[in-house]
């Protein structure tokens, strides 16, 4: 299974942001997709999860309100659209994927595919 990001880039405090994960290889088992992201100088958090499929949606609380998770199952691809970004939303961001057995949404080891990861900088 092979996790590739799009989409970071600079934008100033209010802007908007999309990322793409695209996932591709043997997805047998794939159920939950999520985001996470890692500030300078902080651990990784998670900042949204997708259970496959038209399941639910969790976000952090820091997120919620501003930014959406979401799916196009014919592209194989997850979104993160971020709107109303703050200087605090500087990160790279990070997409997942693992079994909708995992555990928690926002715990690293719930997942077992990651991908290399896309800086967001806003300023």
């Known amino acids: 299974v092979q996790l590739v990001e799009s989409g970071g880039g600079s934008v100033p405090v209010g802007g908007s942001l999309r990322l793409s994960c695209t996932i591709s290889?043997?997805?047998?088992?794939?159920?939950?997709m999520a985001w996470f992201r890692q500030g300078p100088g902080k651990e990784r958090e998670g900042v949204a999860a997708l259970f496959t499929g038209g399941g639910n949606t969790y976000y952090a609380d820091s997120v919620k309100g501003r930014f959406t998770i979401s799916e196009d199952n014919a592209k194989n691809t997850v979104y993160l659209q971020m709107d109303s970004l703050k200087a605090g939303d500087t990160a790279i961001y990070y997409c997942?994927?693992?079994?909708?057995?995992?555990?928690?949404?926002?715990?690293?080891?719930?997942?077992?595919?990651w991908g290399r990861g896309t800086q967001v900088t806003v300023s």
């Open positions: 290889g043997y997805t047998h088992g794939v159920g939950v």
């Open positions: 997942a994927a693992g079994s909708p057995y995992g555990g928690d949404w926002n715990k690293d080891d719930s997942y077992t595919y």
